[in-house]
């Protein structure tokens, strides 16, 4: 993903990110880091502390493997909770994607205006003073 890409952009998205890699295997953090790393290009620094929470929020549960080669591994996984939060979140997130995707392509008109209400004639009353009143004070004709 491109550096340009704002860091806090990169963390709204994080949280919804671990979901999706958990709800296909269980992982440890480091291997959650490096996949996020390869894929959005975030640091391992930020995901101790999401875990961490996403834990006390109730989203993932740990367990313990033993490894051969070291150190037993904390493991997470999706708990009930944070199935539905990933479902959730998805829509939320597919949704967000679709309305900014048609900003970009310029068709924000058709995003803005899907399914709100006709303007008012009092919106529309002001806005026709606005114009009147634009022109006045730069002293042109209308």
């Not at 961490?52 to 313990?64: A, K, P, S």
């Not at 199935?83 to 679709?98: H, I, K, N, S, Y």
């Not at 310029?106 to 709100?116: H, I, K, P, S, Y």
């Amino acid at each position: 993903m491109p550096d340009t890409i704002d860091i806090q952009l990169k963390k709204g998205v994080l949280g919804l990110c671990v979901l999706a890699l958990l709800a296909r295997r269980d992982s440890y953090a480091y291997e959650i880091a490096s996949r996020l790393s390869d894929a959005i290009g975030m640091g391992e620094g930020t995901i101790y502390p999401l875990m961490r929470r996403m834990q006390t929020d109730g989203l993932v549960e740990t367990y313990l493997v033993e490894s051969s080669s070291g150190p037993s591994r904390k493991y997470y996984r999706l708990t009930a909770g944070g199935r539905r939060a990933l479902d959730g979140q998805t829509t939320e997130w597919r949704a967000f994607a679709r309305a900014v995707e048609a900003l970009i392509a310029g068709e924000a008109e058709d995003v803005v205006t899907a399914g709100a209400p006709a303007e008012t004639p009092a919106l529309a009353d002001h806005s026709a003073e606005a114009d009147t009143t634009d022109h006045a004070d730069r002293g042109e004709d209308q």
